[in-house]
């Protein structure tokens, strides 16, 4: 009987094992992780699927898998399992995207239009070989592009509203884009000209050296964990917008406002959802005058930390979004950030000059959990 309890004893710690293993092997490629192979693409051996997943490859011109991004989303199975990289070439792509929920481990990895001595650079697009300054340069990175805006009416005739908007929706997890353009462009005179460029809704995506293109709530960072690293962000009211959490490390914060704006407006209803945006490291520059952030609900969770702040800051900072009720329950901070911007000396009473300790939180990838899913 004794032997019997023992066998089964040893049985069950084997299942646990094998279960355990299993579910660190959850898609095809037998990682549940983002690491910096996912944002390259080796030219040469585009006919090979081994290594590094499938490739299909985006031309206008017809020598591709596909003429439109979308087309190259939709040859990705349903449930797919492996890591697929859509290689988009120089172009302008006029269309509207949607990876959606049953199609994760997707890369979107533009081909840059780049040449050297007069001679095409065709070799391995590597996501580190391009500079901030570069991803800034508009005719450098292939572009998706559309020019819906909330008013539009939709195919029930109803106007369509902010969230419908955008060039590019992502509800797909573990999503990666990079050396890409995506905005959303719309008459400056047009009636409710909200238009978002990016909506993600997908857990743990990284966006590594993109372009996000738009005036109005350019970016709707709707819900999940994400990653903007040495990105370039444009707009002018509330241009990152959303519930999600996400950590945006180096990257270029550009106002296009023309005379008030804001670049913030996080959504956050309780105490209790683990959410909020952290801006470490980014230099704030552009035109008009923007707040750093809106309380676009009672929580709203907005923190700066060692970014360089141009004279385009209202000197107030930080605005309740006319719900002085939000002054005490929103988490509105800054942590050594330098530039004109960043003088603190007239900004609200409510907000926050975080200490060492009140700031580490929100300094790293650990903010976004990025030990579990980030090996970059």
Known sequence: MAKLRLSVLVFQVLLLV??????????????????????????????????????????????????????????????????????????????????????????????PNITMNGNEVNATVNANAFNITDVANANALPIITNSTKASDKGSDGQEMGTVSTATVWVESDFFCATFLTVQNLVDKNAYERQAVALRVDGDKAVFYRVRLVGEQDTLLDNSGNHYFYRSYIQGSVDFIFGSAKSLFHECVIYSVAEFWGAIAAHHKDSADEDTGFSFVGCQIKGTGSIFLGRAWGDYATTVYSYCNMDDIIIPIGWSDWDNPSRQGTAIFGEYHCNGKGSNRSERVGWSKSLSSEEANPYLGRGYIYGNTWLRL
């Not at 293993?21 to 030219?43: A, L, Q, S, Y």
């Not at 290594?51 to 087309?71: A, E």
């Not at 792509?93 to 890369?107: A, D, L, M, N, Q």
Request: with cysteine; glycine share 12%.
């Open 18 to 111: 094998c279960v355990e293993v299993k579910g660190d092997r959850d898609n095809g490629d037998g990682r549940n992780f983002i690491t910096w192979d996912d944002f390259t693409v080796d030219e040469h051996s585009l006919a090979s699927s081994t290594g590094g997943g499938r490739v299909i490859v985006v031309d206008q011109s017809g020598h591709g898998d596909s003429t439109t991004v979308q087309g190259a989303v939709d040859m990705v199975p349903q449930n797919n399992m492996q890591r697929v990289k859509i290689h988009i070439y120089p172009g302008i792509y006029r269309e509207r995207v949607h990876v959606p929920k049953s199609k994760p481990f997707i890369s979107f990895i533009g081909k």
